[in-house]
């Protein structure tokens, strides 16, 4: 049989919903945010403008821009791009519908039409990396970033490519009465979004940390999934060293505190920094990079979905040099 | 890669079954019709290819009714009950489904609703979560949103799960409604044509838009199975950054898709029997689909025969991967390899022309070509026999 390689994670970036791209930078959210405005860090990664994307794309293609940044070294233009998202461009796409649904469309505008096009961030993303590549968007709920992840995990694995940019973006939208439809949130969780990235390689050298792996569960609660997602767990977690839960925003406190006492872990709130949102977890694992580190971590990510189904996401994030 | 193909399932502008879709394309009948789904500015005179009216119960969601009847057929071809694919993956591409979210704006708006929730909820993933639940679905649900290649790169992620063993089966549904939305936004980019499809004339100008849901079980060869005759043995998937509507027209990045998916399959351009091109009989991406198979095959004569599906189903966008695999395949089992409806002069520009008459199918690879929307392009190689 043969030897599955590593999955190194080479650089990192997430952008919250304040437009903060560093943990220096980040802060709580007391309330529904506004969206950011990210046009003059798209200037500056790509040297351009993009007077026709959406603040979806801008999203993303600022995320993937810092990863692949951050990471130092050029990235392999045959690199696959694996993207991630729940809602997609919702901006553009909401205000086009109105326009076709309400009657005397017209003449709509083409762009607004491109822009809601399920994939054309990923292009977007792929043309400013400058990547001639396999490139897919996933969107499946909550599990998005974990099934995109899953599969740029494998293409390295399997020795498919030598690197890959996987990553996740959602926008907010307001009214909250009318995002909440699309993204149906409890009474005081608040509305989110962002973005997170990982450039990942099968060349430890310079990386900063390893995918783990992506375990889905059938079962969402109980003992029955508790032990079940220790199981899963189980195995990436190592002696001395540390762990920690970040919870997803499909877990409540209780459950999540029981999880984290029976895995010996601690508990990594992100979601009071970026909100809730479908692919969160990409911010939440992304942002496990922000900041130097003394130590070796473990970080996994649990959720799940409305469909009784529970997914984790695992990562290792290695020492980094103290400034 | 060595993948089986267990089963085969559509639902087209021909109705339910691959039988009626066989019968369509055997004697050339066009399905196209007038939209009659929402009322849209200058769609009069345009023809698209539509669920025939009557085929789903009254009220039912079109896409879960489709998929329903779709799925029923590959089981069935399969010699599968819904049991057997409770631990399978499923696995959807789509372009977004957004007729659903059409009809909670209109029925919201016929209540009274102020202000109806425009988009509907939970996403272009909601379907496939939806459609799992109720199968009783226990691995993986994934759903591809690459626009007209997304069930094309269902069949490849599926294929990729089977290979590495993170399911035994899977079930790849391509799913499209054809919302007013898009219409009204091939619309807005002038790529809808008045004359139909015309895959490679010298006269195309444009797309003819269909729905379709199209459905293929694959799974692995570790598995018991009655006889079965068809394989997946390949794939690719390449993103041409050129331009996001439009792609170049010198061929290069389609080229390299294909001589991937060549490669992936282990075979060599001179094993390709014969090609089910992408086609879509608008002007530039038939010219560089021509210039691509120029660039792998050689030389002009060297191009294998090919053919061309969306004259008879129309552009069936993030359905087109897996309706057109289940049709190519059922003609294929049927012992041909059909003519292109809509062909009918050949452009100087281009220099080769696709079938014009059905040639007899034998064993061996054949290719399947998708391009889309985001640069995005999809090769996959069949094997027969």
């Known amino acids: ?323 | 890669m060595d993948i089986r193909i267990r089963g085969i399932g559509s639902v087209s502008s021909y109705g339910a079954g691959i039988e009626a879709l066989l019968d369509g394309v055997s004697a050339a009948l066009p399905s196209a019709s007038e939209y009659w789904a929402f009322p849209l500015p200058n769609a009069a005179g345009f023809k698209v290819n539509q669920f025939p009216p009557g085929l789903f119960g009254p009220g039912a969601d079109p896409a879960d009714a489709a998929f329903g009847l779709a799925l029923g057929e590959a089981l069935e071809d399969a010699e599968l009950r819904r049991a057997d694919i409770r631990d399978s993956a499923l696995i959807v591409g789509t372009s977004g489904l957004l007729s659903e979210a059409e009809s909670i704006y209109l029925a919201e708006k016929a209540q009274g609703v102020a202000e109806p929730c425009p988009v509907g909820v939970r996403g272009t993933g909601r379907a496939a979560s939806r459609l799992a639940g109720g199968l009783g679905i226990r691995g993986p649900v994934v759903t591809i949103t690459t626009a007209c290649t997304s069930s094309a790169n269902a069949i490849l992620v599926a294929g990729r799960m089977i290979e590495r063993g993170d399911a035994k089966r899977a079930v790849v549904a391509g799913i499209e409604t054809l919302p007013a939305f898009t219409l009204n936004g091939f619309a807005s980019l002038m790529l809808r044509s008045p004359f139909g499809c015309r895959p490679f004339d010298a006269l195309r100008n444009g797309v003819q838009l269909g729905m379709a849901c199209g459905v293929v079980i694959l799974e692995s060869t570790d598995l018991p199975s009655p006889p079965k005759k068809d394989a997946l043995a390949g794939g690719a998937n390449v993103c041409d950054t050129h331009n996001i509507i439009s792609t170049n027209l010198d061929g290069r990045v389609a080229a390299a898709v294909i001589s991937s998916a060549i490669g992936r399959a282990g075979i060599t351009p001179g094993d390709i029997a014969a090609i089910k091109a992408h086609g879509t009989g608008s002007v530039d991406n038939d010219a560089t689909e021509a210039a691509a198979m120029k660039l792998v095959f050689g030389r002009d004569d060297s191009v294998p025969p090919f053919t061309g599906l969306k004259g008879y189903i129309g552009h069936t966008l993030g359905a087109c991967g897996a309706i057109e695999a289940a049709a190519f395949l059922g003609c294929l089992r049927a012992g041909l390899i059909p003519a292109t409806l809509g062909f009918g002069k050949t452009d100087p520009s281009i220099g080769i022309a696709p079938l014009t008459r059905p040639i007899e199918a034998a064993s061996g690879h054949y290719m399947l070509n998708f391009f889309g929307f985001g640069g995005n392009n999809t090769s996959l190689i069949f094997r027969r026999g």
């Open chain 1, 1 to 323: 049989m043969t030897m599955k390689r590593r999955t190194y994670i080479l650089g990192a970036a997430a952008i919250g919903p304040l437009g903060d791209t560093t943990e220096a930078s980040r802060r709580t959210l007391k309330a529904d945010p506004a969206t950011a405005d990210l046009s003059n860090l798209v200037l500056e990664l790509t040297g351009q403008e993009m007077r026709r994307a959406g603040h979806f794309t801008e999203l993303a293609i600022a995320g993937a821009g810092l990863a692949v940044r951050r990471a130092g070294a050029r990235l392999d233009p045959l690199s696959p791009l694996f993207f991630a998202t729940g809602l997609g461009e919702v901006h553009n796409t909401v205000a086009l519908f109105k326009q076709v649904m309400e009657g005397g469309a017209g003449s709509t505008s083409p762009y607004a039409f491109v822009n809601s096009v399920s994939n054309t961030a990923a292009f977007q993303v792929a043309k400013s990396a400058g990547l001639v590549s396999p490139n897919l968007t996933f969107s499946q709920e909550e599990f998005s970033f974990e099934c995109a992840l899953r599969f740029a995990a494998a293409e390295i694995e399997d020795g498919l490519a030598a690197g890959a940019l996987v990553g996740g973006t959602d926008e907010l939208s307001h009214p909250r009465h009318e995002h909440i439809k699309r993204l149906p949130l409890k009474e005081g969780e608040i509305m989110g979004e962002g973005c997170g990235w990982l450039r990942l390689g099968s060349d430890g050298a310079g990386a900063i940390g390893e995918a783990l792996g992506v375990v889905e569960l059938q079962i969402d609660a109980g003992e029955e999934w508790a032990a079940a997602l220790c199981g899963a767990i189980g195995p990436w977690i190592e002696e001395g060293v540390d762990a920690f839960l970040m919870p997803g925003f499909r877990m409540d406190g209780a459950e999540t505190a029981a999880l984290a006492g029976r895995l010996d872990a601690g508990v990594k709130d992100y979601l009071k920094y970026c909100g809730c949102f479908h692919t969160a977890s990409a911010f939440g694992l992304a942002s496990v990079f922000d900041g130097p580190r003394k130590t070796e971590a473990v970080y996994v990510h649990v959720n799940r979905n409305a469909e009784g189904r529970a997914i984790c996401a695992g990562i290792k994030a290695y020492p980094t040099p103290l400034p």
